[in-house]
């Protein structure tokens, strides 16, 4: 079981950046496999980027690629999302997940442990 606490959100302007940070505790984290997540304001859930255990396998949604970059560091138990030339439309609350056993990273149901979330607003 894993325990997790997203931090970093805020209100920035468009072209700006922003690094979340999620903070596992409890056991065996360096195997799981992290993934990050949004929901924006009276849409459903959707998923962002995510990172195997390993680090080898990283998936990003076509919507923030090349502008989000997920990445891990096993030995503080946390995993980041780094956001860059953020845009209105990046405006969501934000999540991690995690799960021990995954078969599609990608996928919304395949995390059983979830954070709180943190909000990330981007103005014009």
């Known amino acids: 079981q894993v325990q997790l606490v997203e931090s970093g959100g805020g209100l920035v302007q468009a072209g700006g950046s922003l690094r979340l940070s999620c903070s596992a505790s409890g056991r065996t984290f360096s195997r799981y496999t992290m993934g990050w997540f949004r929901q924006p304001p009276g849409k459903e859930r959707e998923f962002v980027a995510a990172?195997?255990?390993?680090?080898?396998?990283?998936y990003n949604a076509d919507s923030v690629k090349g502008r989000f970059t997920i990445s891990r560091d096993n030995a503080k138990s946390t995993v980041y999302l780094q956001m860059n030339s953020l845009k209105p439309e990046d405006t969501a609350v934000y999540y991690c997940a995690a799960d021990l056993q995954i078969a599609s990273m990608t996928r919304r149901a395949e995390y059983d442990y979830w954070g709180q979330g943190t909000q990330v607003t981007v103005s014009s």
């Open positions: 990172i195997s255990w390993r680090g080898v396998d990283i």
